[in-house]
């Protein structure tokens, strides 16, 4: 297992601030210990449409430069354009579609294999079969594309932020309907405890397709600042054989906070655990 920080908090979503380049955001990461760095596609970090091709190869020798791998990125669903692969909008649909198809491209580029897959979000007057059908066919579209440049696409669950995909079960599910073999699962441990469900039961019910996690305790804290039982967690990773990345996607609902300071509470909490 590896440690991994998310980049949210260092950006200016859904926040505007703080806000850093992403040249001093990969430096903070790795100077703080961190194996890895999940960009999230937006801007002023790596929004694919303003990401050309020289830049890409920038980003991508930064990385290397600075000894960290790119462990994950995912798309900036909402906003104005929406990006709601459920929307009753085919419009929207089809940008949403495009734009999946964007990050996994970017992804690939700066030498990751693996992006995060939001399912959407039921839109009143929807029937929540047609939306589930319309999210669970964008899956099966982008993961064709996926497979093709080498990356997995993880199902989230995201029941703090939507209506759709909303716990193990959902995610278990939309996996197997897909049935692509480049489409596995993850979780957030912000999410579980948002049902007030216990982390380490996902972590045996999503067992060897669990390929990403992402770690945040109570109102998107710290580890350590809250109520997961982490050596539980970490020793049920170990059991069902998890070998990917904890990363840490805390602090950036809010602008009173330090990132530096946050991400260096996690990785020191952690650490010891691990080891």
């Known amino acids: 297992m590896k440690l991994s920080f998310n980049t949210w908090v260092y950006s200016s979503f859904p926040v505007w601030v703080p806000a850093y380049p992403i040249d001093e955001t990969i430096k903070r990461i790795a100077k703080a210990g961190y194996d890895g760095i999940e960009i999230g596609a937006a801007t002023p970090h790596a929004y ?17 430069h600075n000894g960290i791998a790119l462990s994950s990125m995912l798309p900036a669903p909402g906003g104005g354009a929406g990006f709601n692969v459920s929307s009753p909008l085919p419009e929207e649909r ?10 996994i491209d970017l992804c690939a580029d700066l030498g990751g294999n693996l992006v995060i897959y939001v399912a959407g ?20 579209q982008v993961a064709g594309h996926a497979r093709d440049r080498g990356v997995t696409l993880v199902i989230e669950p995201t029941s703090t932020d939507s209506n ?16 692509a073999p480049n489409v596995k699962l993850m979780f957030d441990t912000f999410h579980a405890l948002y049902r007030n469900e216990v982390p380490t039961d996902y972590v045996y019910r999503m067992g060897p397709n669990l390929a990403h996690l992402h770690i945040a305790d109570v109102g998107r804290s710290a580890p350590g600042d809250g109520r997961i039982d982490y050596p539980a ?19 950036y609902d809010r602008r009173a906070v330090e990132p530096d300071l946050m991400a260096r509470k996690a990785i020191e909490f952690l650490r010891p655990l691990m080891s």
């Open 48 to 64: 694919p449409d303003y990401t050309g091709p020289e830049r890409r190869r920038e980003i991508r020798s930064m990385l290397e």
């Open 94 to 103: 089809a940008a949403a579609l495009d734009q999946y198809n964007k990050v």
């Open 121 to 140: 979000w039921q839109v009143y007057g929807t029937d929540r079969r047609q939306a589930w059908a319309w999210s669970r066919d964008a899956l099966g």
């Open 233 to 251: 967690l970490i020793a049920a990773l170990r059991e069902v054989g998890y070998d990917g990345y904890l990363t840490m996607e805390i602090g």
């Open 164 to 179: 759709l995909v909303d716990d193990c079960d959902d995610a278990i599910q939309m996996m197997e309907e897909v049935g």
